[in-house]
């Protein structure tokens, strides 16, 4: 058995690999052009139309993990969480440099989606320590969608926030969200979820009502390197030229809260039952690992731009999907078999095959995305 096996929501992990897998999707069609025609790339189309969405759950799925570590680990998780994310600011920061150079501030503020990330953990998991949680997460999600409104009314641009590869708004408040909604969960079962439909299915109606765009874009001026690694220019001056980043709008927050409560409950509703069929028992082990997935798949997407391998087809981009599907399989199935040798491992001793000098204890990436 694994140990996602015996995870306490198993249908979290579930959950967490299929959005792990369409972001795999979404991001390979992004390298593809030109267009194609035909089912296969109306099939990539709709993963396009549909990446507000799988972009909102992977950080409310990160949330609702987070409420689920918080139980486990109580006052354990701060530090853990804290670490974490400096691990993936400063990740996010490497990533950054060979696609922008050194632009700043964007290089320290919004360095990339990964920052972005670990914003969201580290505010989260500071809500959950709070003295009272469900408040504080309350008050987080309202500032951070409030925050956007603003910026949406304004047309202002800040790196960080709303522009630049790493805006953070409101992807933190989906994070927010997402761990409320699994207290709520542990609390009332399925009750917390009618409740919150009650509220969120009217709000997805005005939305859809108001006809409004449920993204923003905002430009930042980074130099031009004509497809080469921005490391072999950074001594040089080049022209700038505007480069385009989305975010959710505030009204598009809003409008997806129905829609991702309702795949929450879902998952949780039925992941013990689908947990038991072995046929799922892949999709088990990289939700576990989806992090550790999620950020592989970003390296071998560079590799393969920059090896000047970029699909030009519909049926090129669904083959790289496979094969980044496969590698990250294979990665969470390490991964898993090296989180399983740690906890049969006796008190004090170090799980079979640990290099003298390492304590076995557990390296795998466990924030949830």
Known sequence: ???ANRRSEPGLDLYRALVVLMMFVVHARRLQTPAGAGVLESSLAFFMWAEPFIAASFLFIAGAAASLAHERAGSALLPT???????????????????????????LVSPGILSAIALALVTTALALRSPAPELALCALGIGVLGVTASLDRSGATLPGLNAGPGGAFPLVAFTALG?????????????????GLALALPVLGVVLWLGQSWITERSSLYRVHDGQLALLHLTQESPRAPVRFWNHSALGALALIAPLLASLWAALFAG???????????????????????VVHLGLLGAVELAGLSPSTPAETWGLCAGLALACFALAWALE?????????????????????????????RRRT
Do not use: C, N
Not at 278 to 288: D, E, Q, S, T, Y
């Open 179 to 195: 761990a409320l909604a699994m207290r709520a969960w542990r609390r009332t079962g399925r009750r917390a979820f009618g409740f």
């Open 337 to 365: 078999a090296r989180a399983l040798r740690t906890a049969s491992s006796p008190p004090g001793k170090p799980p079979a095959g640990t290099p003298a000098g390492d304590t076995g204890a557990d390296q795998s990436l």
């Open 1 to 3: 058995m694994t140990i």
């Open 81 to 107: 969480t804290l670490r974490r994310a400096l691990s993936l600011y400063a990740l996010a920061v490497v990533l950054f440099v060979p696609q922008y150079g050194l632009e700043l501030p964007d290089l």
């Open 272 to 294: 013990r039952r689908l947990a038991e069929r072995r046929l799922l028992a892949p999709m088990l082990v990289l939700g576990r690992h989806a992090l550790a997935a999620y």
